[in-house]
């Protein structure tokens, strides 16, 4: 008879455990740098000779976004185009411009982004000393030989985004 | 501001990013003899992008020898995927940065497209 009783209250203190159970949540937040393409880029077409990602001209700026979990893990680098990666065939030379400045911040302090930026021949270097999210706006103009009309067709660029731990 | 990215993360789950940890990998020896490895965790919430290639290089930008299971490693969308790295022991005292890198499909016919790399730095 008391082990009847006792099997049954097996169960019963079963549920009564299992609704009172606290499930942990565990997470952890670890120095990373994370890459977002947040607007992608269009190129307008304001002259025959001429693509260009500005909205004076038509186009749509890039704009690539980094989240920065620990300040100084790392320094972005961001490359504008300097070749087409498809277009029709464009016998003559083509001469390409560009530029990478700091959009919008998380934190106001990141405007110090903009003015320490580090330019070589086509990239962009910025000490992520501060962390949180930056927005960075790209711009990027192709014009074609000496006002010669591009060719009619698709043309695709590639702008190279890179994180690189110090 | 931790707290701030945090945040950011969980709400905005990450529509189009590329993530590449730990920060400082820390070479360990591997099941071979005279050969280390590291272990990396690679996350894609790319659409436009499958596959990603990876880079071993010593502090000048020089390409360091290694193996892993696919060097251009296939991922869906959302996918997280740890990947080892194999570096020989002779190189590892001059193997600075390990590098993933987006690679972009012919097909894709966006007019702008940004290509994404992310390099950790090893743990000496």
């Known amino acids: 008879m008391k082990l009847n009783k006792l099997l049954l209250l097996i169960p019963t203190l079963a549920v009564t455990l299992g609704a009172g159970a606290t499930i942990p949540i565990n997470g952890t937040v670890e120095s990373k740098c994370v890459i977002m393409t947040d607007t992608d880029g269009v190129y307008g077409n304001p002259t025959a000779d001429k693509l260009s990602t500005t909205a004076a001209d038509g186009g749509v700026v890039p704009i690539i976004r980094y989240d920065i979990i620990t300040a100084s893990a790392y320094k972005a680098v961001i490359t504008t185009p300097n070749s087409f990666s498809n277009s029709p065939e464009l016998p003559d030379v083509v001469n390409w411009s560009g530029a990478t400045t700091v959009g919008q911040t998380s934190d106001a302090s990141m405007s110090a982004f903009e003015t320490g930026k580090v330019i070589y021949n086509n990239s962009t270097e910025f000490d992520l000393s501060v962390a949180g999210s930056v927005w960075f706006n790209v711009s990027s103009i192709a014009e074609y030989g000496y006002d010669k009309a591009l060719p009619a067709g698709n043309y695709t660029a590639f702008i190279t985004a890179e994180c690189v731990a110090q | ?124």
């Open chain 2, 1 to 124: 501001m931790k707290l701030f990215v945090l945040i950011l993360v969980l709400i905005g789950g990450y529509a189009s990013a590329h993530q590449f940890t730990p920060t400082y990998p820390k070479l360990t020896a591997s099941h071979m003899s005279g050969v280390s490895k590291a272990e990396m965790l690679l996350f894609n919430t790319r659409k436009e992008i499958e596959y990603y290639s990876l880079g071993v290089f010593d502090k000048d930008w020089n390409k360091i020898k290694f193996a892993s299971e696919n060097k251009i490693i296939p991922i869906a969308y959302q996918e997280r995927k740890y990947v080892n790295v194999y570096i020989r022991d002779q190189d590892t005292l001059r193997t600075m940065y390990i590098c993933s890198r987006s690679k972009i499909l012919q097909s894709v016919k966006s007019t702008s497209i940004v290509a994404s790399r992310i390099c950790s730095k090893i743990k000496k």
